[in-house]
């Protein structure tokens, strides 16, 4: 069969205007950090500096959420119909600029275009949509028939989706009628601050939204704050468990959404061409910089050699490159400091005794990049099979009965996600029940919708985000 090559398809640059610098944005305006520190966002395909944005600290983060609190009373006293107008403005200005936004994530994340657009942009604005429609309806929501809002909730997010965990935590926070301080990443602070330029062109009031610069003291500053009421995080689950101590013992609710090692178990009767695909977007989508990824493949016995050759097949025709490039299919790692831990767990799983494949992949010079990795001969011993890589690396293992398949599963401190390929409806069901896991896909993965909660068990957090659930963790029952 002759082999066709594609073309270059980039995506403009000049569709987003990145500024040499930005400040903190708190009650309405950007302004400086108090002691002047800034630190640089780089783009980790190029390794180019993209801007220069504020470092805030303790001064600043006070700052943030007094001006929330301030805006908190008057905010949270509108109906729930008027809140509604904002988010659906907010929605729509999304929608506007979503190319925009779409590159400068690329830029700022490494991830491919196809995906900050196809993916991460319809999703943010679809929360924003979604929880809209329940600003003016949370009587209904089955908390009690007059909910009220918790108060100023700090909130900090991951680098793998910027503004997708924004919307999933500041659009649930603002329709039920709290006011916000965010803390984005310190790697991709960018699409956070363009956040802070749409509310203001959306009217939102003054302090509603609050959004602090900085690296790990920052978010550990607002966590810490006694003005905040509410705590929300995504991230590590080593960060998660001192978010726990630090808010043990005080009255902040709080909500974690931490790691994942999540097992795709694909059953002998599944339809092979499919299972590949739902493998390959499980584990390889935004470079495996997914919590839910499934980085734990169990296969049956019988089909796993069959199944291999035509994972390896679609396996050689990823492309790893340009994330602007619209053929793209696997990005930059986000920083080099993440490349170092993929680095260093792949090679732990070669001097355990797994054997190491990936196809044939010329990686760009610049930048920060490894190439989709397979190991076959895996055990449950391997650190790659109990650590979380947070990269485009798979561990397979293999697996005889329903009931093994179960236990290797839940044989892991995480319980965030798992998929299921079978054609058989009963065993789909049974599976589940047994599965500890907070989101359970059947014949597909990574799929996510505004009105499905998501959430895991162990050390993969607790509470529950998006849909009628996620309501709950911003209000007062």
């Not at 002047?36 to 600290?57: N, R």
């Not at 729930?80 to 994530?105: D, N």
């Amino acid at each position: 069969m002759p082999v066709f090559e594609y073309a270059p398809a980039p995506e403009s640059r000049t569709v987003v205007d990145i500024a040499p610098s930005y400040g903190l944005f708190v009650d309405g305006e950007f302004r400086e950090a108090g002691d002047g520190k800034v630190f640089k966002t780089v783009s980790p395909s190029t390794e180019e500096v993209l801007s220069e944005v504020a470092q805030a600290g303790a001064e600043d983060v006070d700052r943030a959420v007094k001006a929330a609190r301030k805006a908190f009373e008057p905010w949270s006293a509108l109906p729930g119909s008027e809140r509604a107008k904002y988010l659906f403005r907010i929605a729509r200005i999304i929608q506007e600029r979503s190319r925009e936004l779409a590159v400068l994530e690329s830029l700022d994340n490494g991830k491919p275009i196809r995906e900050s657009r196809d993916a991460d942009l319809p999703l943010v604005a679809a929360h924003f949509f979604y929880y809209a429609g329940w600003a003016d309806k949370l009587s209904y929501a089955g908390y009690g028939s007059d909910p009220k809002p918790l108060g100023v909730a700090g909130q900090v997010i991951p680098w793998n989706f910027p503004l997708l965990m924004l919307a999933w935590k500041i659009a649930p926070a603002l329709a039920c009628g709290n006011t916000v301080v965010l803390k984005p990443a310190e790697t991709t602070p960018l699409s956070a601050l363009f956040f802070a330029d749409i509310c203001r062109q959306a009217g939102l009031p003054k302090g509603v939204v609050n959004i602090v610069t900085g690296d790990g003291s920052t978010g550990a500053e607002l966590v810490a704050h006694p003005g905040i009421d509410k705590v929300a995080f995504t991230g590590s689950t080593e960060v998660g468990k001192a978010i726990a101590r630090t808010v043990a013992g005080t009255e902040k609710k709080v909500t974690l959404e931490l790691g994942g090692k999540a097992a795709n178990i694909v059953f002998d009767d599944a339809p092979i061409d499919q299972a590949v695909e739902g493998i390959i977007g499980g584990i390889f989508f935004n470079q495996g910089h997914v919590c839910c990824a499934g980085s734990r493949l169990l296969v049956q016995e019988s089909v796993q050699d069959e199944l291999l050759d035509a994972l390896k097949r679609r396996m050689r025709t990823l492309r790893v490159g340009d994330p602007l490039d619209k053929n793209t299919d696997i990005g930059a790692i986000n920083s080099a400091e993440q490349l170092a831990r993929i680095r260093d767990l792949a090679d732990a799983g070669e001097a355990e005794g797994a054997e190491r494949w990936a196809p044939e992949c010329e990686l760009p010079s610049s930048g920060y990049w490894f190439a989709p990795t397979l190991f076959t001969g895996v055990t449950q011993a391997h650190r790659i099979a109990r650590e979380e890589i947070f990269g485009p690396v798979l561990s397979v293992l293999t697996f005889r009965t329903p009931d093994e398949a179960v236990a290797k599963a839940n044989n892991t401190p995480y319980g965030l996600s798992a998929g299921i390929w079978t054609e058989k409806g009963s065993r789909i069901l049974a599976m589940a029940g047994k599965l500890r896991a907070g989101v359970i896909w059947s014949n597909t993965f990574n799929k996510f919708d505004p009105a499905s909660p998501f959430g895991g068990y162990k050390e993969s957090g607790y509470g529950r985000e998006g849909g009628r659930h996620g309501l709950e963790a911003y209000l007062d029952v």
